[in-house]
Structures are given as structure tokens and as C-alpha cells.
């Protein structure tokens, strides 16, 4: 999913572009330059409450909210709309509005 941040090489990223034929996604590095990289050396960024989340799974894949708090394998986001929903923890990816 484009924006979503993530961690190569210890550096905090963010998803640019996916290509699923080739498995590679186009990262944006803190200093503002791009790099081509394998999926397979990215890892997600922590997420901590009040961070901008968006759900990459079960019935609310692609909703975009706040994460509110963790509670045990519990997330729960207060999506744009203003209405709180709850998913598991490992389905919520911190997420670059910029």
C-alpha cells in the first residue's frame, strides 16, 4: 500500500509505489531520495497511539483513521468519519499523510 511507513536498513520510509510482478516497492528515504528494494527487506514502523493509521486487513482493509490505543491484540482507530472501530493490532500500518 502506497504511503504506508516502513522501516529498510534502519531508516524510517515511506511506501512510494508497489510493483506486485516484480515484488519491489519504490521507497522514499528520510533525506528525500527514492530507492527500488525487495518487499522482503522492509519491515513496518511501530505504530503508538495517536499515530495516522490505515487498516491493511479483514473488513475494514484501506480505512484511514487515528489509532486511538492497543489494547492487547486489539487496535482501535477513530476512523475520518469520527467513529471508532476496532481490529486486530497486526492489521493496523502506520501511515504518511504527506
Do not use: F, R
Not at 512510494?16 to 516497492?25: F, L, M
Not at 492487547?72 to 493496523?92: L, P, R, S, T, W
Amino acid at each position: 500500500m502506497e504511503k504506508v511507513c516502513v522501516v529498510w536498513q534502519t531508516n524510517n520510509c515511506v511506501i512510494q509505489s508497489i510493483n506486485g510482478a516484480t515484488n519491489q516497492a519504490t521507497i522514499k528515504l528520510p533525506d528525500g531520495s527514492t530507492n527500488t528494494v525487495q518487499h522482503y527487506e522492509l519491515g513496518m514502523q511501530n505504530v503508538e497511539s495517536n499515530d495516522d493509521v490505515v487498516v491493511t486487513g479483514g473488513d475494514q482493509v484501506g480505512k484511514q483513521g487515528t489509532l486511538v490505543c492497543i489494547d492487547g491484540a486489539d487496535a482501535i482507530v477513530k476512523d475520518d468519519a469520527g467513529e471508532y472501530v476496532i481490529v486486530d493490532v497486526d492489521q493496523v500500518a502506520k501511515y504518511s499523510q504527506s
